[in-house]
């Protein structure tokens, strides 16, 4: 067999080795495709799940917004949302142009609210349903406003974040944790048994304690993360029969400081605008008391109109609903004013809209401190007892 020339073997090695690098070639920027695809998936449900709350009230504020100029140019409320929906726009939300097709086809206005549900949020929707059953829908716009608390606040973004923030530390440090529990600490414990022959090692202690902290923290990551479900599912969520309907649940959210005081702003601006739009007071109380959403509202608006058919005042009767006596002060004084129940109980209003905002911003810092608080002693306690194994096992090899 002849020789090969240098020249013969450097192009059989070349045609081995150009097929190889070809090949790992496409199969890295295959591979870095498909990871920039889903970072980019991921990014995307991420940035969509985060501003779905406000892009929903976006929406809502654009649909009252063609109501209130539909009104204001003499046109009927049911035509203006045809002619809008007759555009195509699509700021508008699907189910908008599901109310509007139900309008042309001649359901009236409540009927054709019962058939497009979730369009608005809950309360919001409650008032509609209300301003349609008593004929009273343009005085009660201002209330659909105040209940839709539009635009988003900044201190309501900056909390969604936060409880975000936290809630991915937290999984980042329990699986942390996990992976030194599950991986490093039983080569740990092998090299102590091999040198020494005891199993024994401060870090077990020590990453067990932190493994138990940081579960803790999840708990309180769980609340988070059950907070943010339910701003972001919005009318879906909480417009379920289980939860509208829960008195379990209804206690829970009403000693909410922030949701408490949106109850309370809701039932008072829903009030307001009934009495001012004519409606007897004791209807006004039980239709009212719906608009929260709450049991606990229903019933005292409730034993509320009772006591008014007793012959008891108003501002008395309200103490049924509500006992702090704000309310009860400023509808004795609009009683004999002249700006009207609405007008006297709007600064009292913005006052309850502004503090729930500041509580649920306050919270949300507060509980994203004491998560990294928490979390940073489940990491100096695993920290702890990694270094004090090592001290172990170098102490244990000298000696070995």
């Keep these: ?138 005085r009660l716009l201002p209330a659909c406003r105040t209940a839709l608390d539009e635009p988003p606040q900044p201190r309501w973004v900056a909390a969604q974040q936060v409880a975000l923030s936290l809630l991915l530390t937290a999984l980042q440090c329990a699986g942390v944790l996990g992976l030194l529990r599950v ?38 990551c769980g609340v988070l993360a059950f907070w943010l479900f339910a701003r972001i599912g919005g009318p879906r969520f909480l417009g379920l029969a289980w939860l509208r309907e829960s008195y379990a649940v209804d206690a829970l959210l009403r000693r909410v400081p922030w949701r408490r005081d949106r109850m309370r702003r809701d039932f008072a601006a829903a009030l307001a605008s009934l009495l001012d739009a004519g409606v007897p007071e004791a209807e006004a109380l039980r239709e009212a008391g719906g608009v929260p959403g709450s049991p606990w509202y229903q019933e005292g608006a409730a034993r509320a109109a009772q006591c008014l058919s007793r012959g008891v005042a108003l501002p008395e009767a309200i103490r049924e609903v509500d006992d702090a006596g704000e309310l009860r002060w400023r509808l004795t004084n609009a009683r004999h004013g002249r700006t009207g129940f609405r007008a006297a109980i709007q600064g009292w209003l913005d006052g309850l809209d502004a503090r729930a905002h500041a509580q649920e911003f306050t919270a949300a810092q507060g509980l994203f401190c004491a998560g990294l608080l928490i979390q940073a002693v489940a990491v100096g306690l695993a920290a702890a007892g990694f270094f004090g194994s090592l001290v172990q096992i170098i102490e244990g090899g000298v000696q070995w």
């Design 183 to 220: 991986v490093v600490l039983p080569k740990f414990l092998q090299i102590q048994a091999d040198l020494t022959g005891d199993q024994f090692l401060t870090m077990e202690t020590w990453v067990i304690a932190a493994d138990r902290i940081s579960m803790a923290n999840l708990v309180v």
């Design 1 to 138: 067999m002849a020789n090969r020339t240098p020249d013969a073997e450097g192009l059989a090695l070349a045609g081995l080795f150009f097929p190889g690098v070809a090949t790992t070639l496409v199969w890295l920027a295959s591979s870095g495709l498909a990871v920039g695809l889903l970072l980019l998936a991921l990014g995307y449900a991420f940035y969509f799940l985060q501003t779905l709350p406000w892009r929903r009230r976006e929406r809502a504020a654009l649909l009252m917004d063609i109501m209130e100029s539909g009104l204001s140019g003499g046109q009927a409320l049911e035509q203006s949302l045809i002619a809008a929906s007759a555009t195509r726009d699509r700021m508008l939300p699907v189910r908008a142009h599901l109310l509007a097709a139900h309008l042309e086809s001649g359901l009236p206005m409540a009927e054709a609210l019962r058939q497009t549900p979730w369009l608005l949020p809950p309360a919001v929707q409650r008032l509609f349903e209300l301003g349609t059953r008593h004929g009273i829908l343009p």
